[in-house]
């Protein structure tokens, strides 16, 4: 399978020259995926502020730990689901491309959402929860099309996915509307990414995974993302999920926390494909399945043991598990679209490090034997995302903003 994304009409300006940052439009991911990062860098920043003493805590409802929480759920992650989507379901299903102003319209829409929730304790949560839902369901109207009409309709998980993360999302304004545990919705949508993330990587995986094989030969058979392991994830994952939104703190939401972790392990069983799991295509997306496996092990064992760890299960399974992910396709689809070769310095390597220091280093800080060290984990923790995110930004900005440096056009794969 081929990353080979539709294409996209250059824009220009009166005498045919190209317009500024012309080649910003040339793709929907090059926008969402500059959003991502800069939203990763701004709300760290923001939240390490606050924690500091260094920022006053702002007054939103919910308080701080849920507007953090949210904006790396639907902030920072949204507008990276956003990019992929918006591009790849294009390419999956041989449809159309998305005009620009369709992506303009929805990145109005993800800032204003940004900016509501901030100024929330002064202008209610409506306009937020306006703004952020209009998003997802006009993401979700525009890739249906293409994901309903395609004949096979091998792709349909997404749609389903888009759907979840509207209905939640809007659980948890309706939450925040009325005061209530908010919190709990959002732990609910924990689960949807962590789904939607085995979705992509299986399509994903099967790309990278064959072509280090093939680079190194020796593999008489191809790497194959098997549905019965991916399907019983899936659903040891959503089982999870309910009982954790709907008997929060059980031994069966334990049981079923475990379950998901062995059901994750058993499918890393396809990964083990000899010396190519070195190789940093394919193990930075093992390292994904490795960050959300020991998440729900944290999460299964406390429950179980009377210990309270949820916090430090969901940071693995976001700081490390979703933000992996994000930054292993970023680094492939944002470079392989934009007309460049797959990057080979050590900058990913060390992004990669940084943020499974910070996701090992955020849930340590949640487990009652580091309990001291807590302050100084957290920030720790923050700064190695920081890291992370600055490195990708250097190396991606004019990838991502500037014109195509193989003579091809829109979102075609880079011509060799």
Not at 248 to 275: E, K, M, T, Y
Not at 279 to 300: D, F, N, S
Not at 335 to 350: E, F, N, V, Y
């Given at each position: 399978?081929?990353?080979?994304?539709?294409?996209?009409?250059?824009?220009?300006?009166?005498?045919?020259?190209?317009?500024?940052?012309?080649?910003?439009w040339?793709?929907?991911?090059?926008?969402?995926?500059?959003?991502?990062?800069?939203?990763?860098?701004?709300?760290?920043?923001?939240?390490?502020?606050?924690?500091?003493g260094?920022?006053?805590?702002?007054?939103?409802?919910?308080?701080?730990?849920?507007?953090?929480?949210?904006?790396?759920?639907?902030?920072f992650?949204?507008?990276?689901?956003?990019?992929?989507?918006?591009?790849?379901?294009?390419?999956?299903?041989?449809?159309?491309?998305?005009?620009?102003?369709?992506?303009?319209q929805?990145?109005?829409?993800?800032?204003?959402?940004?900016?509501?929730?901030?100024?929330?304790?002064?202008?209610?949560?409506?306009?937020?929860?306006?703004?952020?839902?209009?998003?997802?369901?006009?993401?979700?109207?525009?890739?249906?099309?293409?994901?309903?009409?395609?004949?096979?309709?091998?792709?349909?998980?997404?749609?389903?996915?888009?759907?979840?993360?509207?209905?939640?999302?809007?659980?948890?304004?309706?939450?925040?509307?009325?005061?209530?545990?908010?919190?709990?919705?959002?732990?609910?949508?924990?689960?949807?990414?962590?789904?939607?993330?085995?979705?992509?990587?299986?399509?994903?995986?099967?790309?990278?995974?064959?072509?280090?094989?093939?680079?190194?030969?020796?593999?008489?058979?191809?790497?194959?993302?098997?549905?019965?392991?991916r399907?019983?994830?899936?659903?040891?994952?959503?089982?999870?999920?309910?009982?954790?939104?709907?008997?929060?703190?059980?031994?069966?939401?334990?049981?079923?926390?475990?379950?998901?972790?062995?059901?994750?392990?058993?499918?890393?069983?396809?990964?083990?494909?000899?010396?190519?799991?070195?190789?940093?295509?394919?193990?930075?997306?093992?390292?994904?399945?490795?960050?959300?496996?020991l998440?729900?092990?944290?999460?299964?064992?406390?429950?179980?043991?009377?210990?309270?760890?949820?916090?430090?299960?969901?940071?693995?399974?976001?700081a490390?598990?979703?933000?992996?992910?994000?930054?292993?396709?970023?680094?492939?689809?944002?470079?392989?679209?934009?007309?460049?070769g797959?990057?080979?310095?050590?900058?990913?390597?060390?992004?990669?490090?940084?943020?499974?220091?910070?996701?090992?280093?955020?849930?340590?800080?949640?487990?009652?034997?580091?309990?001291?060290?807590?302050?100084?984990?957290?920030?720790?923790?923050?700064?190695?995302?920081?890291?992370?995110?600055?490195l990708?930004?250097?190396?991606?900005?004019?990838?991502?903003?500037?014109?195509?440096?193989?003579?091809?056009?829109?979102?075609?794969?880079?011509?060799?």
């Amino acid at each position: 399978m081929k990353f080979n994304f539709a294409r996209f009409p250059r824009l220009t300006v009166a005498g045919g020259e190209p317009a500024p940052l012309a080649a910003l439009w040339c793709c929907p991911f090059r926008p969402f995926f500059l959003l991502t990062v800069l939203s990763a860098l701004l709300a760290m920043s923001y939240w390490l502020g606050i924690l500091g003493g260094l920022l006053p805590q702002p007054d939103l409802p919910g308080g701080p730990v849920v507007w953090h929480a949210h904006e790396l759920i639907f902030g920072f992650a949204g507008a990276s689901i956003a990019g992929f989507l918006l591009t790849a379901i294009i390419e999956f299903t041989g449809t159309a491309p998305v005009r620009p102003n369709t992506v303009r319209q929805l990145l109005a829409l993800w800032f204003g959402g940004r900016l509501a929730y901030l100024l929330a304790g002064w202008i209610g949560v409506m306009p937020a929860a306006i703004l952020d839902l209009s998003f997802l369901i006009l993401l979700t109207i525009r890739l249906s099309g293409p994901l309903w009409r395609d004949p096979n309709r091998r792709h349909l998980a997404f749609f389903h996915a888009l759907l979840g993360l509207i209905v939640v999302h809007g659980g948890f304004y309706v939450a925040l509307f009325r005061q209530a545990d908010a919190m709990a919705w959002l732990r609910l949508s924990v689960g949807l990414m962590m789904i939607l993330i085995v979705v992509a990587l299986s399509r994903i995986s099967m790309r990278l995974v064959n072509d280090v094989l093939d680079a190194q030969g020796g593999m008489a058979a191809p790497y194959l993302a098997r549905p019965p392991r991916r399907n019983l994830v899936i659903f040891s994952i959503a089982a999870y999920s309910l009982a954790e939104f709907l008997l929060p703190g059980s031994h069966a939401s334990g049981w079923l926390a475990l379950a998901a972790a062995a059901g994750i392990f058993n499918l890393l069983n396809d990964w083990h494909v000899g010396r190519a799991l070195l190789q940093r295509w394919v193990l930075i997306p093992y390292l994904v399945y490795g960050c959300m496996a020991l998440g729900y092990a944290t999460i299964g064992l406390g429950l179980l043991s009377g210990h309270n760890l949820i916090s430090a299960g969901h940071h693995l399974l976001l700081a490390g598990a979703l933000s992996l992910s994000i930054l292993i396709v970023m680094a492939v689809a944002g470079r392989l679209h934009s007309g460049h070769g797959l990057d080979q310095r050590r900058w990913l390597l060390i992004s990669a490090g940084l943020l499974l220091s910070a996701a090992l280093m955020r849930g340590s800080a949640g487990l009652p034997a580091f309990s001291a060290a807590y302050p100084l984990l957290i920030l720790l923790a923050g700064v190695s995302w920081l890291g992370c995110w600055m490195l990708y930004l250097a190396y991606a900005w004019k990838v991502l903003a500037g014109p195509r440096p193989d003579g091809g056009q829109g979102c075609d794969e880079a011509v060799k």
